[in-house]
């Protein structure tokens, strides 16, 4: 009777063993934080952490802004860019040179997603690894193996490509215990501070912050463990972009400010010399006392313009306006890389977080003018020919080799290998003419887009609480200046068209007030 009592005891252990593994197995990864506080001020001065916090923080930078729209919700309070999302989300299809180019734009992918991938905590859900190729075993263009990583996209037969599966994990993950991390190397801690400047820590540098700080005793410091999950990564994200203290207004719960930065204006030289410059003409609808630009009546040209921003990374805009963005602390973090984080990577990574490339077919007009580069396309390795590959995908890839008493049961073809290629562009409509129709579009002052129409125009104009007698029309010329104006106005103000197109409102003079 004891031992059978033993004999379940001893099953039922093992049965809580196992499921308390497999919950433990399943749980979402966390990365732990040390925050050192103020309790006086009631503000984290710094923060103790391992190399996947801070791999983590780098990756922002290779994160597309469109990216970073949509995991916070189209709330990302930069600038206009939740607006002009929407505006992409809102527009038919119909008004993009392919229904591809739409998904381009809502779900960019990330070049460094092989790297990314790596993170201990990735937020990104965007699928890299998708492969799209088209299903039709007797298209003419097959020994071309193309295949897309975007959906929709349309074989040069003009027949839709369709879902194959994921290909395999560009890069392997790191093994337990190595040296290699995602973007930094070593064992070592880092220290971060509340404004996101990373360095790996030291005596030096303790001594250092406790002075900058007016830390006397040590026991004045309260230190608490900030216990990072994906949720608190993305508010992380949110707070970097919007604040110079994300760690304090993260430990502290506090409520992210709605206000915008100042613009002030881009150096002439900005704009590349050796540049072509623009041929944008649009026309706007302004206040004749030169208050507020309504809208402005634009073409696809200009809307490439604006909506080419949605697929380019944080670092390549951080890198383009460096000290001329003033909203948040990203711009520390990009300086840690060439700074005091400088030895904690290679030179392969280091350049990959300076200057993130855009996904393979991802550029635009707008990304030129930033002089963004694309990523080379990528080229995949599979066992089996690609007759098979198109009718199995990745989920019965061994189709084209299984035997049956000697002789291949589905396939003769020879060789059982093939090599994908990267090779279409989803902005092209294959076998089509690929002409988009021309179509003029409304752009509000917050960038939001819509198609032109009598009754938006009238709608603008009546929630602007304006007689016609007040507004001017007006055609401007947009230069490269202007332009990369806007872009930068895009990212920081609620009124972009204005901040750029209007004169800059003088500030009054009140040296000659007396109280």
């Not at 369709?162 to 930094?184: I, M």
């Not at 990745?394 to 990267?422: H, W």
């Not at 294959?430 to 179509?439: F, T």
């Not at 752009?443 to 104009?461: C, E, I, M």
Request: charged share 25%; net charge positive.
């Amino acid at each position: 009777m004891y031992s059978t009592a033993r004999s379940l005891t001893n099953s039922s252990s093992q049965t809580h063993t196992q499921f308390t593994f497999i919950m433990a197995k399943n749980e979402a990864p966390t990365i732990d934080v040390k925050l050192f506080v103020d309790k006086e001020k009631k503000k984290v001065l710094f923060a103790e952490s391992d190399r996947e916090f801070v791999d983590v923080l780098f990756g922002f930078l290779t994160m597309p802004l469109g990216t970073i729209v949509r995991l916070l919700g189209k709330q990302s309070q930069m600038g206009c860019l939740d607006e002009l999302y929407k505006s992409v989300e809102d527009l038919n299809s119909d008004y993009f040179q392919t229904k591809a180019c739409k998904a381009m734009l809502l779900k960019p992918l990330n070049a460094a997603s092989s790297h990314c991938c790596r993170l201990k905590i990735n937020i990104d859900d965007t699928n890299p690894r998708a492969v799209y190729v088209c299903k039709d075993t007797s298209c003419r263009w097959a020994l071309d193996r193309a295949f897309s990583s975007v959906p929709d996209t349309i074989c040069k037969c003009g027949k839709g490509m369709e879902y194959a599966g994921d290909r395999p994990e560009d890069v392997a993950k790191s093994a337990a215990g190595s040296e290699t991390g995602v973007f930094v190397n070593g064992r070592q801690k880092f220290i971060t501070t509340d404004d996101l400047q990373v360095a790996p820590a030291s005596t030096t540098l303790m001594l250092s912050l406790c002075q900058k700080f007016g830390v006397q005793d040590p026991a004045d410091l309260e230190q608490s463990i900030l216990q990072l999950t994906s949720e608190k990564i993305t508010s992380l994200l949110k707070r970097s972009l919007t604040s110079n203290q994300p760690l304090t207004g993260l430990h502290f719960d506090v409520p992210i400010s709605p206000d915008d930065a100042t613009l002030c204006m881009t150096p002439e030289n900005l704009c590349p010399d050796q540049m072509n410059e623009t041929e944008v003409k649009i026309k706007i609808l302004q206040t004749k006392i030169n208050s507020t630009v309504l809208y402005a009546e634009v073409g696809h040209d200009f809307v490439d313009l604006v909506f080419g921003l949605l697929s380019v990374p944080l670092g390549s805009i951080t890198k383009t306006f460096s000290q001329r963005l003033s909203k948040g602390c990203i711009d520390n973090l990009y300086r840690s890389i060439v700074g005091s984080a400088q030895g904690c990577m290679g030179p392969d990574y280091q350049r990959l977080l300076l200057a993130p490339e855009l996904a393979p077919f991802f550029g635009s007009v707008g990304s030129q003018i930033l002089q963004v580069a694309e990523s080379a396309p990528k080229k995949i390795s599979i066992n089996s020919c690609f007759n098979c590959f198109k009718i199995g995908g990745f989920s019965n890839i061994g189709r084209c080799r299984e035997v049956y008493r000697g002789t291949y049961s589905y396939c003769s073809n020879s060789p059982k290998t093939a090599e994908l290629c990267e090779l279409l562009d989803p902005k092209l409509s294959g076998a089509k003419s690929g002409k988009q129709a021309p179509h003029s579009f409304m752009v509000t002052d917050d960038l939001r887009v819509r198609p032109l129409s009598l009754d938006s125009s009238l709608r603008v104009v009546s929630e602007a609480k304006m007689q016609m007698k007040e507004l001017v029309e007006k055609e401007v010329t947009l230069t490269n200046f202007q332009v990369m104006e806007l872009q930068r106005a895009a990212l920081m103000n609620r009124d972009a068209l204005s901040s750029v197109l209007l004169p800059p409102k003088k500030k009054k003079n009140l040296k000659h007030l007396r109280y």
